[in-house]
Nanobody
Framework: VQLQASGGGLVQAGGSLRLSCAAS????????MGWFRQTPGKEREFVGL???????KYADSVKGRFTISRDNAKNTVYLQMNSLKPEDTAIYYC?????????????????WGQGTLVTVSS
């Protein structure tokens, strides 16, 4: 599975941004897809995930502001980010879990995209 994340950029606090992650190489619909983020000097942290059936789970820090969705026809997963805060600034990564475990730990994810930078200015 190859993953290509896109959509990052610079946005003001309170604004919105939508990230996309396009997948290729395998039956996308069977995969659980996760989003993670990382800032310099910190460990990569879980943002949210979407199961093959469409159910979602989010980190407390983004719950109510971020929404993950998927379009299986386009082999793409999305991360809609609203009410962005400067602390959301990070490189965002999408990842695929071929076992669809629903686990938020990055060790469960088999495939990773290259990351896209989101910068939120105050």
């Amino acid at each position: 599975v190859q993953l290509q994340a896109s959509g990052g950029g610079l946005v003001q606090a309170g604004g919105s941004l939508r990230l996309s992650c396009a997948a290729s190489g395998r039956t996308f619909s069977t995969l659980a897809m996760g989003w993670f983020r990382q800032t310099p000097g910190k460990e990569r942290e879980f943002v949210g995930l979407i199961m093959s059936g469409g159910s979602t789970k989010y980190a407390d820090s983004v719950k109510g502001r971020f929404t993950i969705s998927r379009d299986n026809a386009k082999n793409t997963v999305y991360l809609q980010m609203n009410s962005l805060k400067p602390e959301d600034t990070a490189i965002y990564y999408c990842a695929a879990d071929r076992d669809s475990s629903g686990n938020s730990r990055e060790a469960w994810y088999d495939y990773w995209g290259q990351g896209t930078l989101v910068t939120v200015s105050s």
